[in-house]
């Protein structure tokens, strides 16, 4: 994605999430016990909350205790601290050791363990931004304007064009593309980690031809808003078909991808096993797959030969799109 004004990082790393999130019920209990615990609680995302296009909040929030800060002026949320400091005191993650072997932890036990505040980078998670979780069959970025907080299981992005952006990251096409490039599970699921994302070519378009993606982003928000189960699958072939147009593939190539998409969901640990015992690289092994599978599969498009060197031309035309 170079060209694009945008800012990644992960979430924030607790270290012992037990200690960190709390409730609603314990939330209030902390700021009846002391107001000032306010300032430090903030409504945190799970992996698992986040969804396509739109996060469910589970009403859980993070007790953010940044790097410095003076946890005696805050004597609810030390109280709340106090009965897990054997368990955070044992946290390493981020320690390193010095000359004479000695292990250096920095961050104090009552101290999330990684939280951005130095850096300042946690002012992000006030802004509007994507966030999706990392190890996931299908691309799941949600839009956030709600100023939610997430944890390191997943990324947060930040900067503009975040609904054209939010649409092409979940379309199918995307997902077909991050497959080249990231390493698989073998069960299905797929590493949408910064480094690998940021490999995905997204066409520049000017505001006036992102407006349709947004149009139908901004449909799906809205519905699922009302009911978080609504089916928006209509937006979001609409969406597909706006993203296959992007990237000028033709009907044909289209119907490649939707069905290397089909068999992506039905023989992910097949496809696994072959890459591992070919030593192929990925892109290419996509195409090489038995014909005996292809005859067992059905599916007569792949008989007829559409095969690596389609498959190469498309990889390497979305690749184009990058500059």
């Given at each position: 994605?170079?060209?694009?004004?945008?800012?990644i990082?992960?979430?924030?790393?607790?270290?012992y999430?037990?200690?960190?999130?709390?409730?609603?019920?314990?939330?209030?209990?902390?700021?009846?016990?002391?107001?000032k615990?306010?300032?430090l609680?903030?409504?945190?995302?799970?992996?698992?909350?986040?969804?396509r296009?739109?996060?469910?909040?589970?009403?859980?929030?993070?007790?953010?205790?940044y790097?410095?800060?003076?946890?005696?002026?805050?004597?609810?949320?030390?109280?709340?601290?106090?009965?897990h400091?054997?368990?955070?005191?044992k946290?390493t993650?981020?320690?390193?050791?010095?000359?004479?072997?000695?292990?250096?932890?920095?961050?104090?036990?009552y101290?999330?363990?990684?939280?951005?505040?130095n850096?300042?980078?946690?002012?992000?998670?006030m802004?509007?931004?994507?966030v999706?979780?990392t190890?996931?069959?299908?691309?799941r970025?949600?839009?956030d304007?709600?100023?939610?907080?997430?944890?390191?299981?997943?990324?947060?992005?930040?900067?503009?064009?975040?609904?054209?952006?939010?649409?092409?990251?979940?379309?199918?096409?995307i997902?077909?593309?991050?497959?080249?490039?990231?390493?698989t599970?073998?069960m299905?699921?797929?590493?949408w980690?910064?480094?690998?994302?940021?490999?995905i070519?997204?066409?520049k378009l000017?505001?006036?031809?992102q407006?349709p993606?947004?149009?139908?982003?901004?449909?799906?928000?809205?519905?699922?808003?009302a009911?978080?189960e609504?089916?928006?699958?209509k937006?979001?072939?609409?969406?597909?078909r706006?993203?296959?147009d992007?990237?000028?593939?033709?009907?044909?190539?289209t119907?490649?991808i939707?069905?290397?998409?089909w068999?992506?969901?039905?023989?992910?640990?097949?496809?696994?096993?072959?890459?591992?015992d070919?030593?192929?690289?990925?892109?290419?092994?996509?195409?090489?797959?038995?014909?005996?599978?292809?005859?067992r599969?059905?599916?007569?498009?792949?008989?007829?030969?559409?095969?690596?060197?389609?498959?190469?031309?498309?990889f390497?035309?979305m690749?184009?799109?990058?500059?």
């Open positions: 994605m170079p060209n694009h004004d945008f800012s990082n992960y979430g924030i790393k607790t270290g999430n037990a200690a960190f999130i709390v409730d609603k019920a314990d939330k209030d209990a902390l700021v009846a016990e002391d107001p615990s306010e300032e609680l903030k409504p945190i995302l799970r992996g698992r909350d986040i969804k296009y739109q996060a469910q909040w589970a009403e859980l929030w993070l007790i953010y205790s790097s410095g800060i003076e946890i005696d002026n805050y004597p609810a949320i030390k109280r709340h601290l106090l009965p400091r054997e368990a955070l005191e946290r993650g981020g320690a390193r050791r010095d000359r004479n072997g000695n292990l250096f932890v920095p961050y104090k036990w101290e999330l363990q990684v939280d951005y505040f850096s300042g980078a946690y002012k992000q998670f802004r509007d931004k994507l999706w979780i190890l996931v069959e299908s691309g970025f949600a839009y304007e709600n100023r939610m907080y997430c944890l390191d299981s997943s990324f947060m992005m930040t900067g503009s064009s975040l609904k054209y952006l939010c649409a092409l990251l979940n379309a199918e096409l997902r077909w593309f991050l497959q080249q490039v990231a390493p599970s073998g299905g699921t797929f590493q980690k910064k480094v690998y994302v940021e490999t070519p997204i066409p000017s505001k006036t031809k407006q993606f947004i149009d139908l982003v901004d449909k799906i928000l809205i519905t699922k808003k009911d978080p609504a089916d928006t699958r937006w979001e072939k609409e969406i597909n706006l993203t296959y992007n990237y000028m593939l033709s009907k044909r190539e119907q490649l939707e069905e290397m998409f068999i992506s969901l039905v023989l992910p640990q097949f496809l696994f096993l072959y890459w591992s070919r030593k192929v690289d990925k892109p290419a092994s996509l195409f090489r797959l038995p014909r005996r599978w292809y005859r599969s059905g599916l007569s498009l792949w008989r007829q030969g559409c095969g690596q060197a389609v498959g190469w031309m498309i390497d035309r690749r184009g799109f990058g500059g």
